[in-house]
């Protein structure tokens, strides 16, 4: 598995949003800049990012982009699946061979489903919302919850 550039740009610029959830459309410029993420590759992102149903877009003057849902209800793993597609193929490349022995494809087929799996757990039980939780327990910012 590798993250590309599209998939870190794309979930730190959700990341930023989630920053700013509540305070109305954020221009790309705007998140370019704190991100460190050249804008025209950025704004491609978006419209992957629109398409996918994690964000919204505005157009005009007092436009910008918005968390299409609460930071709380977009997990990592929707964020890097709508970037980057699957995570681990079902099925790895294999140039058109064919095992000779299918009980050692079976083995390692399972050490790629359980991998697969587990790395989808992780990634299904963090959301953005959690990612601003810890920038503000990092800068010492906590709010407690009732």
Known sequence: MRISSK???????????????GEGPIQSEEIARRQGIPVNY???LLITMRRGGLIESLRGPQG????ARHPE???LLEIL???????????????GLGPTVPEDLALVG??????????????AART???????????????MYYI
């Open 110 to 123: 399972e050490v790629w489903t359980t991998l697969r799996g587990r790395l989808e757990q992780i990634l």
């Open 42 to 44: 950025l704004n491609q």
């Open 81 to 95: 699946t709508v970037l980057e597609g699957p995570l681990l193929p079902d099925e790895p490349a294999r140039d």
């Open 73 to 75: 209800a977009i997990t």
């Open 64 to 67: 910008g982009h918005l968390l």
């Open 7 to 21: 998939g870190d740009y794309g979930l730190r610029a959700l990341f930023d949003l989630a920053q700013r959830f």
């Open 128 to 142: 953005l919302d959690e990612l601003c939780q810890s920038k503000r327990e990092r800068a010492g910012n906590l």
